[in-house]
C-alpha cells in the first residue's frame, strides 16, 4: 500500500486529505514540517503534500530539509491558499513540484495525486 504524508499547520486539513485519499493508500498527517522531517528519517513515504505557509518551519524550509537528507523531493505537492510572499513565489517558480491551491476540487486532487504517483512509479 501508499504511503502518503500530509504536513499542514491546520489539524483540519490533515483530516480532509486522509478522508479524500484513503483509497489511494496510508494516510499520515502531521501539523509541523520539524515532526515531518523525523517521520520521514522513520519511514519511506511514496507522496508528501506539503502546505506552504507554516509557522516555526514553512513549506519552502521542509522541502530544503527533505534535499540536505538526499530525499526524492520530486514527491512533493505544495498545497496553498495562494497567500505567500514574493519569496515563496520565487521558490515555487524555480522547482518543477506541481502546487494545488485552495480551494481545490476532490477531482482535481485525484487526478494529481495520481499523476505523480504515476510518474515516480516510472521512474
Not at 11 to 27: C, D, K, N, P, S
Not at 87 to 103: I, S
Request: charged share 25%; net charge negative.
Amino acid at each position: 500500500m501508499r504511503k502518503i504524508l500530509v504536513v499542514d499547520d491546520e489539524a483540519g486539513m490533515g483530516r480532509i486529505f486522509e478522508r479524500l485519499l484513503g483509497e489511494r493508500g496510508e494516510v499520515t498527517s502531521t501539523t509541523t514540517g520539524v515532526e515531518a522531517l523525523d517521520l520521514v528519517e522513520e519511514q519511506t513515504f511514496d507522496l508528501i503534500l506539503c502546505d506552504l505557509n507554516m509557522p516555526v518551519m514553512s513549506g519552502v524550509e521542509f522541502y530544503q530539509g527533505l534535499e540536505a537528507k538526499g530525499y526524492e523531493t520530486g514527491r512533493v505537492i505544495f498545497v496553498t491558499g495562494g497567500a505567500f510572499t514574493a519569496e515563496d513565489q520565487a521558490f515555487v517558480d524555480g522547482v518543477d513540484n506541481p502546487v494545488l491551491y485552495k480551494p481545490f476540487g476532490i477531482d482535481d486532487l485525484h487526478t494529481l495525486v495520481d499523476d505523480v504517483l504515476a510518474a515516480i512509479e516510472q521512474c
